[in-house]
C-alpha cells in the first residue's frame, strides 16, 4: 500500500491545500492533542489563523464508563446526550458528580498543553477543528459539539485521512467535514503515514507558543478585524450597525438560550423554531441562517426547552407547548430596542415546523411569512385553516411520507402557500446541494413578504 503522508507535517501542509477558503475568515485552528496539533499548527500556519488546542473528556454513565452519556470542555461546557441519560437512567446529581470529576483532569491537561495561557476565544468565529486522522470519530464529534457550546458561528472538521461512513455520520455535528483522503477500508490511522510517531506535551506546548508569536506578528490591529461573526449587511452599512450576540430570552416562566444576529438595515427578523432532539446549535438551521444573514435578514436562533425539560422527550413532541415558547419569544424579539416594529418571520424544521404553524393560527399572531423545512405541518391539525401568514413548504422528494403529510396539509391552508419539492433530497437534505437549494427558497420567501427595519436599533439586544 502506498504511504501517502510522509508525517504529520506533511500532512498538514496537504491538508491546508482544502481549506485554502477559510483564508481571510474569522477563523481559529482547534488541534487535538496530540497529534493533532502538529497537522493543526501547519494549517493555522496556511491560513494566517490562531493555533489552540481543544481539550474535551467523555462522560461515561457511571455503571458503564465506556458508554459516554456526554462530553465536557473548558470553563464548564458540557453537552449531553438525553438518550443515552434516560435509557441508563442517570440522575442530573450523577451527570453532576461525573462531570466534576472529570472536569479536574480536563483543566488540569489543558493548562499544561497551553502553558498557562488563555484559550482563543471562539465567540461568533469559525471553528475549524483538526486532528491527525479520523476514525471511529468519537472524540472529533464531541470536540465539534464543543466548539459549538463555546459559541463558534460555524464549526469545520478537517483531518487529513478518515473513514467515508466516519465523515457521513459526522455531518450532523459539523457544518462541514474536509479530508484528503478517504479509504474505503481504514484499519489504523498510522498505516497512512511513513513517519507516525507519537507527539509529546512538550511539542505541544512548543507549537502553541510558536504560533502565539507569529499570529501576534501577523494579525492586524483590533480596529481592523472583521465584524463580529463575520455578516456581510448590505453595502453602505458601517459593521457597528450589526448585531450578532448571544443573548437570553424571556420565555414567559423559562429563560433560554438564543443568539441574534441583526445586520445594518435589514430586512424583518426569521425566528427558528427547531425540530426534535436539536436545538440552537443545529448545523443545518445555522446553515440557513447564515444565507439569510448574508441576504440582509435577521435571524434568531434559540433553544426551545430547558436542558431538564429535554430529558422527556415527550417534551419535544409537545406542540402547544414549543408553539407557546415560540410565542413567548418572538414577544422578547420585539422588546429589543429598534425593534418593536420589525416585520417577523418563522422557520420551522421537522416539529418545528408543526409548532410555528400552530402557533400561527392564533388571531393575533406576530408573523408575517412562514417556512417549513422537511416540517410536519399536520401536527399543527385543524388549525392549518385559520394561519394567515404566507406559508412556503419546501420538502425533498426521496422524503416521501412527509411529502404526502405536505401536500395533504397544503390544502387544508387558505394562505397564500406553495409547495417546493427539492429533487433527490432525503429529510435531513444531506445531499449535495439540496440544503443551499432549500436555503435559497426560504431567503427569497422571506425577501419577497418581509419589510425592512424603518429605523435605527439603537445599542443592541437586552440580555433577558
Known amino acids: 500500500m502506498p504511504v501517502t503522508f510522509v508525517d504529520r507535517v506533511d500532512a498538514g501542509r496537504q491538508l491546508s491545500t482544502r481549506v485554502e477558503h477559510l483564508r481571510g475568515s474569522d477563523v481559529v485552528v482547534l488541534g487535538l492533542p496530540r497529534g493533532g496539533v502538529t497537522v493543526a499548527y501547519e494549517v493555522a500556519r496556511a491560513l494566517n489563523a490562531p493555533l489552540d488546542v481543544i481539550v474535551v473528556r467523555k462522560l461515561g454513565v457511571p455503571e458503564q464508563p465506556e458508554l459516554g452519556m456526554g462530553a465536557i470542555g473548558e470553563d464548564g461546557v458540557r453537552v ?28 488540569r491537561r489543558a493548562k499544561a498543553l497551553r502553558a498557562d495561557a488563555p484559550p482563543v476565544p471562539l465567540e461568533g468565529r469559525i471553528a475549524l477543528v483538526v486532528d491527525d486522522g479520523i476514525a471511529t ?8 459539539q464543543i466548539a459549538r457550546a463555546r459559541g463558534a458561528r460555524r464549526v469545520v472538521l478537517a483531518a487529513p485521512v478518515a473513514a467515508p461512513d466516519t465523515i457521513a455520520a459526522l455531518r450532523a455535528d459539523a457544518d462541514e ?16 503515514y511513513d513517519d507516525f510517531s507519537p507527539t509529546t506535551d512538550d511539542e505541544v506546548r512548543q507549537l502553541l507558543a510558536r504560533a502565539r508569536a507569529e499570529w501576534s506578528a501577523v494579525s492586524t490591529p483590533p480596529g481592523a478585524q472583521p465584524a463580529p461573526g463575520g455578516i456581510e449587511g448590505p453595502a453602505g452599512a458601517e459593521a457597528s450597525d450589526t448585531i450578532d450576540d448571544e443573548v437570553t430570552v424571556d420565555a414567559g416562566p423559562v429563560r433560554l438560550p438564543g443568539h441574534l444576529t441583526v445586520p445594518a438595515g435589514a430586512r424583518g427578523v426569521v425566528v427558528f423554531v427547531h425540530g426534535s432532539g436539536s436545538g440552537r446549535h443545529s448545523p443545518r438551521n445555522r446553515f440557513v441562517a447564515s444565507e439569510l444573514n448574508r441576504a440582509g435578514l435577521g435571524t434568531l436562533l434559540f433553544d426551545l426547552l430547558t436542558p431538564d425539560e429535554e430529558l422527556d422527550r415527550a417534551n419535544v413532541f409537545n406542540i402547544e407547548l414549543l408553539a407557546r415558547r415560540l410565542t413567548a419569544a418572538t414577544a422578547w424579539l420585539r422588546r429589543q430596542p429598534g425593534l418593536a416594529e420589525a416585520s417577523i418571520g418563522w422557520f420551522g424544521a421537522s416539529t418545528g415546523a408543526g409548532a410555528a404553524l400552530w402557533a400561527a393560527a392564533e388571531p393575533d399572531a406576530p408573523v408575517s411569512a412562514i417556512v417549513s423545512r422537511g416540517g410536519r405541518p399536520d401536527l399543527a391539525g385543524p388549525r392549518l385553516g385559520a394561519v394567515r401568514a404566507p406559508t412556503l413548504l419546501v420538502v425533498g422528494s426521496l422524503d416521501t411520507t412527509v411529502l404526502d403529510l405536505n401536500r395533504q396539509a397544503q390544502a387544508q391552508l387558505r394562505c397564500p402557500n406553495e409547495l417546493i419539492v427539492i429533487p433527490g433530497a432525503s429529510h435531513l437534505f444531506e445531499e449535495p446541494g439540496a440544503l443551499e437549494a432549500a436555503a435559497r427558497a426560504a431567503r427569497d420567501w422571506f425577501r419577497h413578504h418581509l419589510r425592512p427595519l424603518a429605523h435605527a436599533r439603537g445599542t443592541g439586544p437586552r440580555r433577558g
Not at 177 to 184: D, G, K, R, Y
Open 177 to 192: 467535514v474536509i479530508c484528503v483522503l478517504t479509504p474505503t477500508w481504514l484499519s489504523s490511522i498510522g498505516q497512512w
Open 137 to 144: 470519530g468519537s472524540t472529533a464529534r464531541a470536540a465539534c
Open 80 to 107: 449531553i446526550n438525553p438518550d443515552v441519560v434516560r435509557i441508563a437512567r442517570v440522575s442530573p446529581e450523577e451527570i453532576d458528580e461525573v462531570q466534576r470529576r472529570e472536569q479536574v483532569v480536563l483543566d
